[in-house]
């Protein structure tokens, strides 16, 4: 029996910009574009695995404490990654640091797109997204995971909206001007410290001002009802799992999933085993299924409008039988032995991201609240 036709993936979250960042840049291109042994997501396991676009992440890596060993932190280790890092929260980071390596990891992804002959494009709406799709070609969506390169006048914002930034999540999970980002516990409630800055509440109301989408993955639970309290846009978590199944800071309490289904919103499921497994253990011997479970339950509280996926793929370890984007068909075929419709596992794999992308870049209504 010929195997069915690969389901294209629209996916919340990657780190594939600061694994090539850490790389000497002169070859960080060209081992995107050709593909390269080590990592989990380049163009050719994103043709593999059906990886169609997502939102790729600038993130600004924390300052290495004094005991960590360089190794931990080089970029030729396996999985140098923001998602795992340790408990407490990483120090802050200063805004001249933070400006000058969003300027580097944003070039890099248009430096990418340059030399990519039209296979990979940076989107700014949801159309240039549906060209993608109908031209095999990959979609990348900027997206800044922490803002502690957005100065106080928020003028970076400007700046970086025209550069093409589409989405933002105010904090990575350690302080910064904006709020507190959850640090990471399991397990544990993510109501961990306090909320939004008025910095942080002035942040969140000009992104709705710009059509910026605001992620709330890292925000601890004050900060994520802040945001409720605040936007106008529908409520996103890029990345994040269920709180009910995996007890996790970084995941979300059935209350948390209620607040961004009443919003029309959407939760990427994380391939992280971290947040998937219900000790929030590092065993890569996870099963894939474990995926389709935290699917499950999000489809339970958010219906089947709002759930997608966020993979974290090049930033956390993935559970060894999906590996990296080259696997994703896996899963699709895991969700067919669930035994989910096709219309659903369209939905789940690029419809209902395109779908909120749509809402809170062009249609939600910008009268303040
Ligand atoms: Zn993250």
Redesign the pocket.
């Known amino acids: 029996m010929p195997s069915p036709r690969p389901v294209p993936i629209f996916d919340g979250?990657n780190?594939v910009l600061l694994r090539l960042y850490r790389r000497t840049s002169a070859s960080a291109v060209a081992a995107f574009l050709q593909g390269e042994e080590m990592g989990q997501l380049d163009l050719a396991k994103a043709h593999r695995g059906g990886f169609a676009g997502g939102l790729f992440?600038i993130?600004v890596p924390s300052q290495r404490r004094n005991n960590t060993p360089a190794s931990a932190t080089n970029g030729a280790a396996a999985a140098p990654v923001?998602?795992i890092a340790a408990d407490p929260a990483p120090p802050a980071v200063e805004l001249n640091e933070a400006q000058r390596t969003v300027f580097s990891m944003l070039s890099l992804l248009y430096r990418i797109e340059r030399a990519s002959d039209g296979r990979v494009r940076v989107c700014r709406d949801a159309k240039d997204i549906e060209h993608c799709l109908k031209d095999d070609a990959l979609a990348a969506v900027p997206h800044i995971?922490g803002a502690e390169a957005i100065d106080a006048k928020l003028e970076l914002l400007d700046v970086l909206y025209e550069a093409g930034l589409r989405s933002l999540?105010p904090v990575?999970?350690r302080p910064n001007a904006f709020g507190e980002g959850v640090p990471f516990r399991c397990p544990s409630s993510p109501d961990t410290g306090p909320g939004l800055t008025d910095l942080g509440k002035t942040l969140i109301k000009e992104c709705n001002r710009l059509k910026v989408l605001v992620d709330l993955?890292?925000l601890n639970e004050r900060g994520f009802w802040d945001v409720a309290e605040i936007s106008n846009a529908p409520l996103v978590a890029?990345?994040s799992n269920a709180h009910a199944i995996s007890p996790h800071s970084?995941n979300l309490t059935d209350k948390q999933l209620d607040a961004i289904k009443q919003s029309g919103g959407l939760v990427g499921v994380?391939f992280a085993v971290s947040f998937l497994r219900p000790d929030g253990g590092r065993d890569k011997n996870t099963p894939l299924e474990l995926i389709v479970q935290h699917a499950e339950h999000l489809l339970e509280r958010l219906g089947e409008d709002g759930v997608g996926f966020g993979s974290?793929f090049d930033?956390?370890q993935m559970p060894a039988e999906l590996e990296n984007a080259a696997g994703l068909q896996k899963l699709v075929a895991a969700m067919r032995a669930r035994g989910f419709s096709k219309k659903l596992i369209e939905k789940l794999c690029y419809r209902n991201w395109l779908r909120v992308l749509k809402k809170t870049w062009g249609e939600h209504d910008t009268s303040p609240k």
């Open positions: 979250h780190d992440a993130f923001p998602d995971e999540g990575w999970s993955s890292h890029t990345h970084r994380n974290d930033g956390a």
